[in-house]
């Protein structure tokens, strides 16, 4: 599975930005595609995930309310529309592809920042 993003950028608190992912290849294995984000100096940080199936997501608790993932099957594509940024959004995004056996593949991160 090879991932491609798009999206990020700069942007002032308060405002948006939205992100998308497009998995080609192998895709009939993903089970869940998302995104993981990391700061400088920080850890990995998870964001959210959607299951490719149910469309379900699964927010983390820094975003959860603010950002909203949605997918579309039909170009195994996912979207991550992000609102109320705050500076501590400010981090390299990555999208995920999940298996069954957790994940599979990253693609390149993309960077978002948030001015305050």
């Known amino acids: 599975v090879q991932l491609q993003a798009f999206g990020g950028g700069l942007v002032q608190a308060g405002g948006s930005l939205s992100l998308s992912c497009a998995a080609s290849?192998?895709?009939?294995?993903?089970?869940?595609m998302g995104w993981f984000r990391q700061a400088p100096g920080k850890e990995r940080e998870f964001v959210v995930s959607?299951?490719?199936?149910?469309?379900?997501?699964n927010y983390g608790d820094s975003v959860e309310g603010r950002f909203t993932i949605s997918r579309d099957n039909a170009k195994n594509t996912v979207y991550l529309q992000m609102n109320s940024l705050k500076p501590e959004d400010t981090a390299v995004y990555s999208c995920?592809?999940?298996?069954?056996?957790?994940?599979?593949?990253w693609g390149q991160g993309t960077q978002v920042t948030v001015s305050s």
């Open positions: 959607i299951n490719w199936n149910a469309g379900s997501p």
């Open positions: 290849g192998r895709t009939s294995s993903i089970t869940n």
């Open positions: 995920v592809t999940y298996s069954r056996s957790g994940i599979a593949h």
